[in-house]
């Protein structure tokens, strides 16, 4: 059964430097989204991208969070320059363009650690 | 903004139990998901409805529009079910591209 992949699975990162996670979404979709969640709260929506631009994005996606399509796989989030309250899972999630479900196939997270 | 609600915050029940989840929500919505996610942190959709009743093996998901309320129902409970039940709704506005809003989960426990 298809699925969403992500790389890596855990990161550990210094406060300041930049960090890529990266998705691989289902292949015939064409809806993909970025989530993340701090420790013990709810998951948030940081963006969604279709059609090889940003559909629509959350107050938490500033100017340090950037999304890129680099190829035809790839769905890729970077956060420029780290912050400690950047440490939470972030998840990449996908859907198909279809009219009649929009349900999204939500990848098994990367876990983000900034200190 | 839609406001996401859900109770109980944690259950914990025995083997065998009828489970009920609820969750409300302030501002009409296109579809309402659920979700489940386990210990691992991994995310798995279970459901998503629009209208009326789903069923899928042991798991039971309605929601009523006009109430604004979503109910997930686990019959002949298992300790495997033991997750965090989340609820999240997509925006009225129709399109594919929108994100979830999510409640802040119910963190089920099934004891043998």
Redesign the interface.
């Known amino acids: 059964e298809p699925e969403v992949t992500q790389t890596p699975s855990h990161q550990v990162t210094q406060m300041g430097q930049e960090v890529i996670l990266r998705c691989v979404p289902i292949s015939n979709h064409l809806y993909f989204y970025w989530y993340r969640q701090i420790l013990g709260q709810k998951v948030e929506f940081l963006v969604s991208f279709y059609n090889n631009e940003i559909s629509e994005k959350s107050e938490i996606f500033d100017d340090q969070f950037s999304v890129e399509r680099p190829d035809g796989s790839n769905f890729t989030l970077k956060i420029r320059s780290t912050k400690l309250e950047d440490s939470a899972m972030y998840f990449c999630a996908s859907s198909a363009a279809d009219l009649l479900s929009y349900e999204q196939y939500f990848g098994p997270g990367t876990r983000l650690t900034v200190t | 903004k839609n406001e996401v609600e859900q109770s109980p915050q944690n259950l914990t029940a025995q083997e065998g139990e009828f489970i009920t989840i609820n969750c409300s929500y302030s501002v009409g919505i296109?579809?309402l998901?659920w979700?489940q996610q386990h210990p691992?942190?991994?995310?798995?959709?279970l459901f998503?409805l629009s209208s009326g009743k789903k069923k899928h093996g042991r798991l039971i998901a309605t929601i009523n529009i006009q109430e604004k309320h979503s109910s997930l129902h686990i019959t002949a409970s298992h300790p495997r079910d033991s997750a965090v039940y989340?609820c999240?709704v997509?925006p009225y506005s129709g399109?594919?591209?929108?994100?979830?809003?999510?409640?802040?989960?119910t963190h089920l426990i099934i004891q043998p």
């Open positions: 296109s579809a998901h979700l691992g942190g991994g995310i798995v959709s998503m989340i999240a997509s399109g594919g591209a929108d994100g979830l809003t999510f409640g802040k989960g």
